[in-house]
């Protein structure tokens, strides 16, 4: 993105009046395009995560979760 300041002004001072603005139709078109396919892919990921999930929530009161004899800081090392 800091390169295309460059390459338009580069452009603009090299090339007269009509052809200059033409040159720098390249550059600009680079630097409005760079950040939409990143933006669109992003989106597409969040809808992704969010509309299929890949985990079953647990249930607390499940009878296989339960430990017995065992301390607080026993159950949570353990896990």
């Not at 390459?7 to 090299?14: G, P, R, S």
């Not at 009046?17 to 040159?23: E, Q, T, W």
């Amino acid at each position: 993105m800091q390169n295309v300041g460059i390459a338009m002004l580069i452009l603009l001072l090299t090339f007269p009046a009509p052809l200059g603005d033409l040159a720098t139709l390249g550059p600009m078109a680079s630097a409005m395009m760079t950040p939409i396919p990143p933006f669109i892919v992003a989106i597409l990921y969040n809808v992704y995560r969010k509309l299929c999930k890949t985990y079953e929530p647990v249930n607390v009161h499940d009878e296989e979760m339960k430990v017995e004899n065992k301390t607080e800081v026993e159950k949570l090392s353990s896990v």
